[in-house]
């Protein structure tokens, strides 16, 4: 498996003892894969603009009292190449790239464009863990059965993995379509917190983690967030997720579940602004840390 160097690995980690494929706990794979984005283009750059901007992170995380790639190292893998690679063919191509990665005993962190690539990413985890939760964050339902006549759109990506028969805890939706309301209304699988439920209930994060089963799947949609805290996505929503309050969730979540992997995705980078991508850097070696610390 072709793994980057100094130059390009995340947090620009230079013991290869810590950043070496073979020896590595934790691997980064990048699916730089935008077919299907509807307003604003260029999340196929997030992928390498996250991995560019983790070079600035601190090693230390002065929260865990740790330098968290030290627990295990991160391995960062060169990205997929989609070329002629569209739809069930690009998530077909996903999925198998990830099996490799899970059955090389890896933890698997995703860096994806478009969201439609968390397809790929839940079907491999779900052959080698079975009846995994998938817990989203996102603006989005994404439960469309299909978007501009393709059910493998971005906005379609939470109707397929709801067709594997897994259960979905959605956390901090705020646009959707009166379909995807219906849908969420008559599944017995998928439970959603909206951001304006969320704001009124002081226990949200206990009921939501109580609804996830003990095995976890998590993607993070970086609209998920308030545009003032990550303003460079595809399609940005009001009153979304602040960093504390997500951060709080997501310790939470690692400490009482079993999170066997998880994906970054929908960040598209524009000229001259940096913290959409930073802030994403930062987030997944803290999310890398606490899976790194459990016991």
Not at 11 to 31: C, H, M, P, T, W
Not at 146 to 151: E, L
Not at 158 to 163: C, G, I, L, W, Y
């Amino acid at each position: 498996m072709k793994y980057l160097g100094t130059e390009h690995n995340f947090l620009g980690i230079e013991d290869e003892n810590l950043y070496a494929y073979e020896k590595a706990r934790f691997v980064i794979q990048s699916a730089p894969y935008e077919h299907t984005s509807s307003y604003l283009q260029g999340s196929a750059k997030g992928p390498q603009a996250i991995l560019e901007t983790s070079h600035f992170v601190e090693f230390y995380d002065e929260e865990l009292d740790q330098e968290s790639f030290r627990m295990g190292g991160i391995a960062t893998l060169a990205p997929i190449d989609f070329t002629g690679k569209f739809d069930a063919d690009a998530i077909e191509l996903i999925e198998k790239h990830t099996d490799r990665l899970i059955s090389d005993g890896k933890f698997v962190v995703s860096l994806g464009a478009e969201h439609s690539v968390t397809l790929g990413f839940v079907k491999s985890h779900m052959k080698k863990y079975g009846n995994i939760s998938v817990l989203q964050i996102d603006a989005h339902s994404d439960l469309r059965f299909a978007y501009h006549d393709n059910i493998y759109s971005h906005a379609s990506v939470m109707a397929r993995v709801n067709e594997l028969g897994l259960n979905i805890v959605q956390i901090g939706i705020r646009a959707q379509c009166k379909e995807e309301a219906d849908l969420i209304k008559s599944s017995s699988n998928i439970t959603t917190f909206y951001a304006h439920q969320i704001r009124r209930n002081t226990d949200w994060m206990d009921e939501a983690i109580s609804a996830l089963g003990d095995s976890v799947y998590l993607t993070i949609d970086a609209d998920g967030f308030d545009p003032s805290v990550i303003p460079c996505v595809g399609t940005a929503e009001p009153n979304g997720l602040f960093w504390n309050e997500t951060v709080e969730f997501l310790t939470k979540v690692i400490r009482l579940k079993k999170v066997v992997g998880f994906d970054v995705v929908e960040v598209a980078p524009q000229e001259g602004q940096i913290i959409s991508e930073f802030t994403l850097a930062k987030l997944i070696y803290r999310l890398i840390g606490l899976i790194a610390a459990k016991k």
